[in-house]
C-alpha cells in the first residue's frame, strides 16, 4: 500500500478498556506482583479477552475453571488468593470458596454487583423478577443465581409471550451489556402496557456510550473494525449495531485476524474495541493499516 493510499483512520469516541475491565486487570496484576508467598487463581477468564488471559497467566495468575471447583476436582489450599472476575460467578461458587477458606477478591463490576443487591432486595419485597438479557452469559448466570426464582427474558417477542400476573408486581432488571435500544423498545411496551411492572435500568453507563459511540462512527467510515474477544458481548453488540448501519463492518480478534483486503480502495478506517480490549492490541491493528508492520 502506499502511503499516499494509507487510509486515513477514526477511533469511535468512546472504546476499550471500562473501568470494570480495569479494574479487574490491575487488582490482578498488583496481586501478582506483591503475593508471591501463595498460588493465586482467576476464577474462569477474568475478562473476556484472550490477550488479557494470556498476559495474567505469564505473570503468575493461574485459571481455576468454575466447574472444576464445584466438582472439588481443584488444587486450591486454605490461604490461596482467588480472584473473582467482572462478570462475577453464581452464588455457589462464592459459598465454596468461603468453605474453603481462602482469600477472595471480588472484582466484580460495580453495575453487577449493584444488579444483585436490587433483585435480592426486591424478591423480599414480593417482586417478582424478570431479568432482560442473555441466559446462556456468565454475567446473567451469576446474577440470576442470587434469586429464588427468576424470569429470563431475551427480547420483546418473549415478553409478549409471557403471561404477566395482573395481580402481582414484577421488577425488570437488565443485563449490563444489553443493547440500549433493545431496552428502551421494551421499556416503551411496557409503559403503554402494564401497570405493574416496575423498570431498573442497570446497563452500564460506559456500554450504552460506547454503543451510542459506534452508532455514530459507522455513518462516516467506509469500513469499521469492532476489535474484541470472540466471547465478549459487549463486542458482540458494538459490531451488530454498526453491521446494521454500515455493512463493511468486520469483527476481528487482533492483528492477525486483520484482512488486509479489506482495505483496497479505503478512505475511512473506524475502530471501536470492546470492554475488554487492550490498548496494545488496538496500536497493533492501526500499525498495520498505516503499513508500519
Avoid at 452500564?204 to 462516516?220: M, N, P, S
Wanted: charged share 30%.
Amino acid at each position: 500500500m502506499k502511503s499516499k493510499d494509507i487510509p486515513e483512520i477514526i477511533r469511535a469516541k468512546e472504546m476499550g478498556f471500562c473501568f470494570g475491565v480495569k479494574g479487574a486487570v490491575e487488582l490482578s496484576e498488583e496481586l501478582s506482583e506483591t503475593r508471591k508467598d501463595c498460588k493465586i487463581y482467576m476464577l474462569g477468564m477474568l475478562v473476556h479477552n484472550e490477550h488479557v488471559i494470556d498476559k495474567l497467566k505469564a505473570q503468575g495468575v493461574e485459571i481455576l475453571e468454575e466447574e472444576t471447583l464445584m466438582e472439588d476436582r481443584d488444587n486450591l489450599q486454605e490461604g490461596d488468593v482467588v480472584i473473582v472476575r467482572a462478570h462475577g460467578t453464581i452464588k455457589p461458587l462464592y459459598d465454596k470458596l468461603i468453605e474453603r477458606r481462602v482469600e477472595i477478591h471480588d472484582a466484580a463490576c460495580i453495575f453487577v454487583s449493584t444488579i444483585r443487591k436490587t433483585l435480592m432486595e426486591k424478591e423480599k419485597e414480593g417482586y417478582e423478577i424478570l431479568f432482560l438479557g442473555d441466559i446462556n452469559h456468565p454475567e446473567v448466570k451469576g446474577i440470576i443465581s442470587f434469586g429464588k426464582k427468576v424470569q429470563v427474558i431475551k427480547d420483546i417477542d418473549a415478553l409478549k409471550a409471557f403471561e404477566i400476573n395482573g395481580n402481582k408486581r414484577y421488577a425488570l432488571l437488565t443485563q449490563t451489556t444489553l443493547n440500549k435500544n433493545l431496552f428502551l423498545e421494551v421499556k416503551k411496551y411496557i409503559e403503554s402496557t402494564f401497570d405493574n411492572i416496575d423498570i431498573f435500568d442497570k446497563i452500564c453507563g460506559a456500554t450504552y456510550v460506547r454503543q451510542k459511540a459506534v452508532e455514530e462512527l459507522a455513518h462516516k467510515v467506509d469500513i469499521l473494525l469492532v476489535v474484541g474477544g470472540k466471547n465478549s458481548s459487549n463486542t458482540k453488540k458494538l459490531y451488530e449495531i454498526s453491521k446494521k448501519i454500515n455493512l463493511n463492518t468486520y469483527l476481528i480478534q487482533d492483528e492477525k485476524t486483520l484482512d488486509r483486503s479489506w482495505l483496497n480502495g479505503v478512505k475511512k478506517v473506524g475502530i471501536t474495541a470492546g470492554a475488554s480490549t487492550p490498548e496494545e492490541v488496538i496500536e497493533k491493528i492501526e500499525n498495520i493499516i498505516r503499513g508500519t508492520i
